[in-house]
C-alpha cells in the first residue's frame, strides 16, 4: 500500500505510548482480545504481549492506525461508537463486519469504507 494521505487534523489516538503504538492499548481501544488483534496483524499473540509495535508490525499497522484516525474524527472521539461500527454487520459486505473483515486481512476493505464516509461527511453530506 503507498503512503497513506494525512487527516485535515490529526487526532490523538489513545494507543501510543512514548510515540510507539501500544499493541495492549489497540487492543484495548477497538475492544477485542489481543488473540484477534493478533490475527489482524498476522502474528502470534506474544507479539501483542510483548506491546511496543516493532517496525515491521507499525508498517503493517499504518492502514488500521490511518482509519481508526478517521473513526475518531467522525465520532468526537467516542470509543464505544468505533468499537459498535466494527462489530456492525454491514449488508453491503453480505452480513461481514468491518472486524470481520479486518480478521479476514481485507484491511483494504475498511480502509476505502471508512475513506468514503469520512470524505462524505468532510463534504457536508
Known sequence: MNALPLLAKEPALPIFTGGSISLKKLAEFMGVDRSVL???IQRD??????DI??????????????ALKMLF???NGD???????LREPLIEWRGLSPLDC?????????????????HA?????
Not at 499473540?45 to 510483548?50: I, L, M, S
Not at 470509543?79 to 461500527?85: A, F, G, K, M, S
Not at 479486518?102 to 469520512?118: F, G, P, Q, S, W
Open 53 to 66: 509495535a516493532s517496525q515491521s508490525v507499525g508498517k503493517r499497522l499504518q492502514p488500521l492506525v490511518y
Open 102 to 118: 479486518l480478521t479476514a486481512d481485507k484491511i483494504d476493505a475498511v480502509v476505502n469504507l471508512v475513506e468514503r464516509i469520512y
Open 73 to 75: 474524527e467522525l465520532t
Open 45 to 50: 499473540v506474544r507479539t501483542v504481549e510483548r
Open 79 to 85: 470509543r464505544d461508537e468505533i468499537q459498535r461500527w
Open 38 to 40: 493478533a490475527k489482524i
Open 121 to 125: 461527511d468532510s463534504a457536508g453530506y
